[in-house]
């Protein structure tokens, strides 16, 4: 059966970088489609007040990383995160990726955070704490590029922290049975981190870009996470009809 996956964009790639590296739908199709070529993608660009009006419009639902906060009381976030409660009230699958992983937390009556410990960028380094069982092929340790100063710091009601680090504790939630948040950026390829990462040197700093810069010589584990993301949506899926 092809999976029709619902794109909640939150934010476009800089004008600067989108020539050389696309923008973020089309790294989310070629991330998933990677590991499953028989898929189907919708885009909602929310980012613009384009909020979907039907939890059922799709199979499962993704939301995208974004240079805003979910704590910068912008209307269309207010928007979305209503939407993102009607998705857990149906039963619906969302994963949320970075700001989308924040947003679940905080519409669900969690909260986020500006960090202290600063940027993370370049390549991120996770324990995994808990197998689950959409958790297949398991390993271990989640490696990802990041790019974020906020972080979920308390959790909703009915999730658990399946992974993190010392300097993100919360990198990998999940919540009942059909949301999943990370922090990471598993559509992000080296480039265009290293690319974003020098666009952003007087926001983050030169130490911490030059220790990010270097990180991405590390392995990461994207077609992982890619494959992780769609068995959660389809187990997901399979829960939710079998109890229709």
């Avoid at 991405?216 to 068995?231: E, G």
Wanted: aromatic share 8%.
């Amino acid at each position: 059966m092809v999976l029709r996956i619902g794109l909640l964009q939150c934010d476009d790639v800089a004008p600067e970088l989108r020539a050389t590296h696309g923008n973020y739908p089309a790294m989310f199709e070629a991330l998933l489609t990677g590991v499953d070529p028989d898929l189907e993608f919708c885009v909602w660009r929310c980012l613009d007040g384009e909020i979907p009006d039907e939890v059922e419009a799709v199979d499962a639902w993704l939301t995208t990383g974004s240079k805003f906060g979910v704590n910068d009381g912008l209307a269309w976030v207010d928007d979305l995160a209503a939407f993102v409660r009607e998705l857990w009230r149906a039963g619906k699958p969302l994963v949320g990726i970075c700001f989308g992983h924040q947003l679940i937390a905080k519409a669900l009556g969690g909260e986020v955070e500006q960090s202290a410990k600063g940027w993370g960028v370049g390549v991120s380094f996770n324990r995994l704490d808990e197998r689950a069982e959409w958790m297949t092929p398991w390993q271990p340790e989640l490696n990802l590029v990041v790019s974020h100063q906020d972080q979920v710091v308390r959790l909703p009601p009915e999730s658990r922290v399946l992974g993190g680090s010392d300097f993100c504790p919360c990198y990998l939630m999940q919540v009942g049975e059909h949301f999943l948040g990370v922090q990471g950026h598993p559509e992000f390829a080296k480039p265009y981190s290293r690319d974003l990462m020098a666009l952003r040197r007087e926001l983050v700093g030169e130490a911490r870009i030059h220790e990010g810069q270097a990180s991405l010589d590390a392995p990461v584990h994207d077609a992982l996470m890619a494959r992780w993301i769609l068995n959660f949506m389809r187990r997901g899926m399979a829960r939710r009809g079998a109890a229709a």
